[in-house]
């Protein structure tokens, strides 16, 4: 199973980037999708979530609005629009995968079981 993670790079506050994650090596469509980030010194924290057909989604409260989830099945493929970017937005982003999406949806690391190798994405002030 890999997840490969693109789109990242160095941007201004305001602007906006689109992360792609390209799965292979399992049926992606049986699967929930998650991002994660993690700053430097901080721990890796939850920031969207999606369930395995795309009808619902999950945000942390800090990007809420600003950042959207969705997933092209027939592709593979898991996407992370991100909007409005501000500097605090800087980190490295994870995808993931998870097999069970029962309510709360999941957020906490352990609960997945595959991860892409991280995407840059760096907001300039």
């Known amino acids: 199973v890999q997840l490969q993670a693109s789109g990242g790079g160095l941007v201004q506050a305001g602007d906006s980037l689109r992360l792609s994650c390209a799965t292979s090596g399992r049926t992606f469509s049986r699967y929930g999708m998650g991002w994660f980030r993690q700053a430097p010194g901080k721990e890796r924290e939850f920031v969207a979530g999606?369930?395995?057909?795309?009808?619902?989604?999950y945000y942390a409260d800090s990007v809420k609005g600003r950042f959207t989830i969705s997933r092209d099945n027939a592709k593979n493929t898991v996407y992370l629009q991100l909007n409005s970017l501000k500097p605090e937005d800087t980190a490295v982003y994870y995808c993931a995968s998870v097999l069970s999406t029962i309510l709360p949806f999941p957020q906490r690391t352990q609960e997945y079981d595959y991860w892409g190798q991280g995407t840059q994405v760096t907001v300039s002030s």
């Open positions: 999606i369930t395995w057909s795309g009808g619902r989604t």
